[in-house]
Nanobody, 124 residues
Framework: QAQLQESGPGLVKPSQTLFLTCTVS??????????WSWIRQPPGKILEWIGY???????YYSPSLQSRTSISRDTSKNRFTLQLNSVTPEDTAIYYC????????????????RGQGTQVAVSS
């Protein structure tokens, strides 16, 4: 059973870059067939799927966030990182990392395992 744990700053200033890391235990992020995703939920809004890094290192991002998003990984530490550039208050949300398989991709409410989430506020 995989466990995922998000970590990162709780507060970021507008125009800065947000970095969030997801540390995975119980499953290798290079295991074939799994995709490692980021999902968020702004206050009062529905879940939003951000993107993934796949077991092979391939990446894909939601078109609405593609221009500001990058997901990378450190296989030696079995973790992956979300980079979100030029944040605004609209990026305030609970951010989750999740383990998904192919049929889950693009669906923020479908996953194999998910972290508990980390609150990020964007404010000056």
């Amino acid at each position: 059973q995989a466990q995922l744990q998000e970590s990162g700053p709780g507060l970021v200033k507008p125009s800065q870059t947000l970095f969030l890391t997801c540390t995975v235990s119980g499953e290798s992020i290079t295991t074939k067939g799994y995709y490692w995703s980021w999902i968020r939920q702004p206050p009062g809004k529905i879940l939003e799927w951000i993107g993934y890094i796949g077991y092979s290192g391939s990446t894909y991002y939601s078109p609405s966030l593609q221009s500001r998003t990058s997901i990378s990984r450190d296989t030696s530490k079995n973790r992956f990182t979300l980079q979100l550039n030029s944040v605004t208050p609209e990026d305030t949300a609970i951010y989750y990392c999740a383990m998904q398989n192919l049929v889950h991709l693009g669906h923020p409410d479908k996953y194999v395992f998910r972290g508990q989430g980390t609150q990020v506020a964007v404010s000056s």
